[in-house]
């Protein structure tokens, strides 16, 4: 079964749907979504936490997104040794656009599954997303 699992998941590579949420979990774009889902702002070392990634590769993201002017990086007021950064209004457009692109998608895939598939994946995707939990 495992086997057949990995066939099915570098199918599933093919998927517009999956493709989108793909790029939205990693690198630029979830530093943009991660920061639109925390008020628009965040200390590195939580991005860090967040992605399971090194300070260092956050901070080679937060440089690239901050030449394209959707975030400003800022001395915290209340620790100067830290610092915030923060989405600008640049890059909220650009990650609402990506996740309205998303969710089209994923309606269209929802909807070419029908209603009953379309529950049980919604159902066994909250059973994976709890397995996270247990640490396998």
């Known amino acids: 079964m495992a086997e057949e699992y990995l066939a099915i998941r570098v199918e599933q590579i093919k998927v517009p749907a999956l493709q989108l949420m793909s790029k ?11 920061l639109r889902a925390h008020s ?16 260092a590769r ?6 690239q ?4 002017g959707w975030v ?6 209340e620790d100067n040794r830290q610092v915030i950064v923060s989405l600008t209004d640049e890059g909220l457009a650009r990650i609402q656009r ?25 159902r066994i995707q909250k059973k994976i997303a709890g397995l996270v939990l247990l640490k396998m």
């Open 40 to 55: 628009r702002t965040a200390y590195p070392k939580d991005l860090s936490r967040a992605m399971a990634v090194s300070t």
């Open 24 to 34: 939205m979990e990693k690198g630029e774009l979830f530093v943009l979504n991660y």
């Open 98 to 122: 990506l996740r309205d692109e998303v969710v089209d998608a994923s309606a269209k895939l929802l909807e070419a599954l029908g209603p009953e598939d379309a529950a049980e994946l919604l």
């Open 58 to 63: 956050i901070a080679a993201i937060l440089n």
């Open 72 to 77: 400003v990086r800022r001395d915290d007021p």
């Open 65 to 68: 997104v901050a030449e394209k």
